[in-house]
Every structure is written in structure tokens, then in C-alpha cells.
């Protein structure tokens, strides 16, 4: 009997205890409750994937100064033609040389649905604080084509140009070259037109270079780029004075302007008095190989392949250097070469 009783206290001690919970150990290691039943995470709302440009969906406008010269024409016909042969639908504006015109166009730009993106070539380096501003809440990409702005480097892609002040250098260490042996170094500059950043740029190089070797600029004053005017100011200057044994063009029209008053006057381009201008357009080497012209400096016109590469990575995404340099030469009148290197020339 007692040990019927013990088993039974045994046995039911053995299932009190079964059924008591582990004891809970100072640390709460019970197992984590199932995790509520909950729906699966709504997927994430699917985006659809950026737009990869093509040429093809690109409209470009592009505000063009005007057409000033050889120069200017060479420029446009690269954006025509390049933008025909890529299928790019360019926008072409002619500001005719008036900054006002040109503001007004890009701001015809930015309001036009049609345009993607923005080129300009500034015909001046200040006014444009509120157009860029505008097409940067626009969401319109701007890119500087031929020519730099003062500042706002947050509100364009990337200057697609020549470096003015070394074109300005070359053209100071010709005229250096040229003079060398010349007791007096009087050196007239035609500038173009006033604000314009190859017209600053150049001044600029060309007296780093040329003052060194002891040149003095007496004379300079704008002729706009162009011809007529180039003539015009020769030919006042050479009424005061004929103390002169240089002139700089800072382009080949000025210095085609300078040409004529010089033989107008009874003095011999090229020899009484030494004549460099910048761009290399067709008739500089034409002057070159006529014997009126010493040395042209090359400004690149042919832009406009790297400025739509620039537009397309722009609309796609892709960050750029604010300033990608175009690549530039130098020719001479006394080149053996000159006249096959003119043969092969685009402009
Ligand atoms: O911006 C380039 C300059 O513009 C060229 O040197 C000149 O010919 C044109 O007017």
C-alpha cells in the first residue's frame, strides 16, 4: 500500500512538473512569438527606366551671334550640317549680332516645349542671369558653344571653345618673332566687338607675350570683326602717324581691313609693316599666299560635333567639365607647305 501511495505521489509530481513552464532564466529567451500573420510588403512601385536619349529625339536651340565673317559662316554651316547628319532637329537663332536679341531668343527657347536643350555662342560675357536661372527651373540643359560667360558655371553643362588668351599669346610671340630685328616695335591692335570674350581674351594674351619682347601696343580700338570697320580705323590711325610696325588683328577680317588702308596708303602689308590675325579662314591663307598677310592663328569653327556629343550626355545624365578646349594650329606665310595645307582646309 505505502509504496502504491509513493508511485502515485512520484507519478503525479512527475506530471506537474512536465507541465510547468521551463523556468524562465533571468534572461527572457522565450521563444519569439510567430510573427504575426502580415501581408507581403507591397511591391515597390515598379519606375519606369530613365529615358536613354538618342540624337534622333533631340530638338536643339541654338542662339547664333550673327554672321560677321568667314569665320561665324564656318560655324553655322558646322551645326546645319552636322545637325542633318546626325537627325538632330536644331532650332536656329540669329541674334544679328544684338545681345538683346539674343537674350530675347533664349528666353523663346525656354518657353518652347519643343526645345530640349539650349547652345549658345555669347555674343557678350555678362547679361545672362536670368535666362540661365530660367532654363535651370526649366530643367533645360545649357551648353556654351565658341565662347565663355563670366561665372554662373552651376547654371550651364560645359564651354565647348577655344582658349582666347593663348590664341592672344601666339599671336604676341609671332609678332615678337616678326619684329625681332626692328628698332621700333609700335604695334596697332583691332579689337572685336567690346564685351565679347575672344575680343577681351586676346587683348589680354597677346600683351603677355608681346610686351615681353618689348613690344608696345600704341594704338586699339574696336572694328566689330569686320572688314569695313578694320579699314575704317586703319586709315584714321595712319593720319595721325605711320609709326607703325605692326597691326593685330584679332581676326582675319580686321586684318583684311588692315590690308587694304595699308596699300591705300603707300605701305607694303606684310613687309613695312607686320601684319597676325586670328581664325585661319580660308582667305587668311589666301593672304598668306598673296604675301599680304605674316601668320593667322587658328580658332576652330567645326564645334558643333562636340557640343551635340555634349547635349546628348547632358540629356542623359552624364557630367561634363565646364570647359572642354577645341583643338588649335598656327600658319605662316613663309610655310613651304602652305599651299597644300590651304588645299586641304574645311573652311
Ligand atoms: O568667337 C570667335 C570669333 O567670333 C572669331 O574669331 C571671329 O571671327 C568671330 O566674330
New binding site residues.
Partial sequence: MFKKVAFLIVLATMVLTACQPAAVPTEAAKPAAPAAATEAPAAAPTEAPAKVWTYADMTVGFLQ??S?????AA?SASFKETAEQLGINLKFYDSQNDLAKQVAGFQQFIEDPEVDVIVM?PLEVTGWEQVLKDAKAAGKPVILS??RIDGFEDYYVTFI??D?VE?GRKAGTAMCELLKDSATKNVWELV??VG???AID?GKGFRETAEACGITVTKSQTAN?SIKEGKEVTEAWLKETKDVQGIFG????MAFGAIEALKEAGLVPAVDVKLIS??A?SGAFQAMLDGTLNGAIE?N?LLAPQVYEAALAALNGETLPKWIPSQESEFYMDDPNLKEIAAGRKY
Fill in positions: 551671334t550673327g560677321e565673317g568667314g569665320w561665324r560655324n555662342s565658341d565662347r571653345g577655344a582666347f590664341e572685336g566687338n565679347a570674350a575672344p586676346r570683326w584679332q581676326n582675319d577680317e586670328v581664325d579662314t580658332c569653327p
